[in-house]
């Protein structure tokens, strides 16, 4: 189908006459409320008319007013707020015959046959059989005189589309399922809060995460935290690793570092079947380190299947070091909470999904689930994906946990093994030999994320066996000399850490290159690793272009893309967007709530990004915004009226607060304060304006785990690049690398981590406005327009056909792809 096909197809599509109803099911998750306001709302943007149903399956099977229109004012304020407020329920009825009669015959009496079911593999399941049923439950109903056969003819087909509720991501099909990066956010909060008591005490640290059976939330957090240890269901430890993580606790804090963290799933067991409690981790003091954690997941197994709980480990670092242990077992903390902007952004965009998915099904369509792949919103048979995620269960049951690792998808196995090559230090020994010296600098503006980045690029590079140098200050301290060796022990503790540890500025290389050439030099240095922004693109292309005249410029040279703003051309992602993003998605919740005692009020924001309108655009989706203005879509006076008259009807309605984002060089001559003085003038009697200009506290703060972890492993790539392209371009006891794909930029494009010669990318770049050409989240603006109630069109070109699950590989992208 052809992409002009596909708007003609969508402008077709109507929900005149249907019915759809919405339920959450199962445990809640952070977001939910965002993914049934989407549902709620997208639905009456078609004419169809959409119903609650509260409480679940209860309330199905109980019907009445569990079962209660909605309407677009009813999920005003919803966003924002955790859990799910039409309530969830678990209900042994509706896995009964009877109950299943009992809730179709209530959904026929409002004549639903349109179903969203928000929750887990469970209710998903149930929704599926529900579907099956169908017909011969009509038939039922129409003997026992309930309903009549033209009832049943009219309703003979339920369509149900799911969408995954859970902070536990064990679904397979899915990067990401709604709550997961909410539950990450919880645990690393708290992560970060017990540090600096940990530290002040000498203490460690064990914390049980949720999950179930998925180590996913455990992995992740670990990762994002720097633990010591890990115990996930999907790797059980070997034989003897009491004794090896009682090793690495002693021997890191012998170093006199600052912190260690040990993390165990709940439900953890040793290779004999002992239960790993918390209690055994705690009585063995030997060293200077003030600190460690160790993160246990929920579901923690042994190799014999046996759980490993978090008194175990407590008693056995209790015992064997004589350390001073504690245990905290997070629980619904985790569940709790206002959503992060990533799973409001995800959310809505699948409940736009599955109502196009229920408009376009037939009676053929099988049930499908809306999956989130890469950047895209997919539609995959539900079945097929709660069979992939059975399949899981299964290989861990029959001890296949290589498979059961496999299975969970690349994503997984990647954080995985990213997690292995930085948590624990190899003896030099045992390190590859290698005569290298590499160096990591930061460019550009702070970025959240950058010392996660730099912290990940030193231990991979002392893994590879390399001499690793921190440069300081970026160029500039390049060309002052400003450069020293940089060990493992040095970035301990670096991931939490917000801004640039390192120091970065915004000066480009270019007057100085001989100074920087004389350093590359004195230094030896074979390679270079930039971790930062615009100027640090512009940079590498100026050390490109110097290389004719500087031998010295002949290495390896990579960069991670590290920048609030995310405009770097071939990347769909920048370190330190995430961070931003929810820096502004939590200003907007604060700016929401002090009018909550004023009616009538509209709020002007303005906020970072250069030229490029990711984070008012995003932002705006995720804090439910009118309208947000940008430079990509120039708009006029014209435009900014219609909004003031959007907004005046909106205040007729229940609904008595505007938001309004702009981006900061959206235009000219339309500033921040023109709009702020056009909007009072004309919203006089019917609303007031306040303004709010963001500025640096979005470059600012603690990183999300997402930058956390995207800092982490995309320089843990490019280590592991630049180590390969130094063994290619080493020749005669030199290295010499002067070819085009010898300087490159890794970015995240869609699904996967990829290479990019920065020569090439200049095609990509309008290097005026500091922009790519094409940026894929402008497919995202109408989604933001139709929550808000504008009429526009929205392109499905990209929209999620009916897809199978590819069984040899599902989930190969980075989960928190936005």
């Not at 997070?330 to 902007?341: E, F, Y």
């Not at 999300?704 to 180590?723: V, Y």
Request: with cysteine; hydrophobic share 40%; glycine share 10%.
């Amino acid at each position: 189908m052809s992409q002009s096909d596909n708007k003609k197809f969508f402008e077709n599509l109507t929900g005149a006459g249907k019915s759809i109803a919405v339920l959450t099911s199962g445990g809640d998750a952070q977001g939910m409320n965002a993914a049934v306001r989407a549902v709620v709302r997208m639905g009456i943007y078609v004419g169809a008319k959409v119903y609650f149903i509260h409480e679940g399956y209860q309330g199905m099977v109980d019907g009445g007013d569990n079962i209660e229109e909605a309407t677009w004012e009813c999920v005003s304020s919803m966003l924002q707020v955790g859990g799910t407020v039409i309530g969830s329920a678990r209900c042994k009825e509706f896995r009964t015959h009877d109950g299943r009669l009992r809730a179709a015959h209530n959904l026929v009496q409002q004549g639903i046959t349109n179903l969203c079911v928000i929750g887990g593999d469970g209710s998903l399941t149930g929704a599926n059989l529900f579907r099956e049923e169908w017909s011969g439950l009509l038939e039922e109903l129409v003997q026992q005189g309930l309903i009549d056969a033209e009832a049943a003819q009219t309703h003979s087909t339920l369509h149900i589309v799911g969408m995954v509720g859970s902070i536990d991501n064990d679904f397979c099909g899915t990067d990401m399922t709604i709550g997961t990066d909410s539950a990450l956010h919880r645990i690393i909060e708290v992560v970060d809060a017990i540090m600096t008591t940990a530290q002040s005490h000498q203490r460690t640290f064990v914390l049980e995460v949720m999950g179930r059976h998925c180590g996913y939330l455990a992995l992740v957090s670990a990762l994002a935290c720097g633990a010591d240890w890990v115990l996930i269901p999907e790797m059980p430890p070997d034989d003897g690793w009491e004794e090896q993580m009682c090793q690495k606790l002693s021997e890191s804090r012998s170093r006199g570092s600052r912190l260690n963290i040990i993390i165990v799933a709940e439900g953890s067991l040793d290779r004999h079947g002992n239960a790993i409690t918390s209690s055994f981790v705690k009585d063995n003091r030997a060293g200077k380190k003030r600190l460690n954690i160790i993160i246990v997941a929920e579901g923690a197994i042994d190799s014999n299947n046996q759980p490993i709980t978090t008194d175990y480990i407590k008693d056995l670092v209790v015992q064997s070091l004589g350390f001073d242990t504690r245990v905290t077992i997070l629980g619904h903390v985790q569940r709790g909470g206002t959503p992060s902007a990533f799973d409001r952004i995800l959310a809505s965009r699948m409940g736009v999904e599955a109502v196009l998915a229920l408009l376009e099904a037939s009676m053929d369509t099988p049930a499908c689930v809306v999956s989130l792949c890469g950047n895209q919103a997919v539609r995959l048979p539900l079945m097929e994906c709660v069979q992939m995620t059975q399949e899981v269960q299964k290989a861990m049951d029959e001890k296949k946990f290589d498979e059961a690792v496999r299975l969970r998808g690349r994503s997984f196995e990647n954080n995985l093994n990213t997690y292995k090559l930085l948590a624990h230090r190899r003896p030099d020994s045992e390190l590859p030999n290698s005569t290298f010296n590499v160096a990591v600098m930061n460019v550009g503006a702070p970025a959240a994320g950058m010392n996660a980045a730099v912290r990940s690029a030193v231990r991979v590079g002392i893994t590879e066996g390399h001499k690793m140098f921190a440069i300081n200050d970026g160029f500039e301290g390049f060309y002052k000399g400003q450069i020293k060796e940089i060990k493992w022990g040095d970035v301990g503790g670096w991931t939490g850490q917000g801004g640039s540890l390192l120091g970065t500025k915004r000066t480009l290389p270019a007057k100085h290159m001989e100074k920087i050439a004389e350093q590359m030099r004195i230094h030896n240095i074979n390679a270079l690793l930039v971790v930062g922004g615009f100027e640090a693109y512009l940079g590498l292309m100026e050390l490109l272009a110097a290389r004719g005249t500087h031998d010295e410029l002949c290495v390896p040279m990579v960069m991670v893309p590290a920048t609030v703003s995310n405009n770097i051309p071939g990347s769909d992602l920048s370190i330190g967007a995430d961070t931003a993003l929810n820096a502004i998605t939590d200003t907007c919740d604060r700016i929401k709530q002090s009018a909550s005692g004023t009616k009538r009020r509209v709020f002007i924001i303005e906020t970072m990004g250069g030229y490029c309108g990711y984070l008012a655009s995003v932002g705006g989706l995720a804090a439910g915004a009118d309208a947000a203005y940008i430079f990509e879509e120039p708009f006029d006076i014209r435009d900014l009226q219609s909004n003031v008259e959007h907004l005046t009807q909106k205040m007729k309605t229940s609904i008595q607060r505007g938001l309004v984002l702009r981006n900061e060089n959206s235009s000219e001559n339309y500033t921040t304060d023109f709009i702020y003085q056009l909007y009072t003038e004309e919203g006089k009697g019917v609303f007031d304006c306040r303004k709010n200009v963001l500025g640096h506290m979005q470059q600012g703060g603690a990183p999300s785990p997402f930058d956390r972890n995207f800092g982490t492993k995309i320089s843990a790539k490019a280590m592991q690049w630049i180590s390969k392209k130094l063994k290619e371009t080493y020749r005669q006891g030199k290295v010499f690398a002067n070819t085009d794909d010898s300087a490159c930029l890794l970015g995240m494009r869609r699904r996967a981590l990829v290479f990019q010669p920065v020569f090439q990318l200049q095609e990509e770049t309008d290097f005026v406005h500091r922009i790519p050409k094409e940026q894929w989240w402008l497919k995202l603006r109408p989604l933001m327009k139709i929550l808000a109630k504008y009429k526009t069109s929205y392109d499905v070109s990209d929209s999620g056909q009916l897809e199978h699950l590819v069984r040899s590989g599902p989930k190969e992208s980075d989960p928190t792809t936005i």
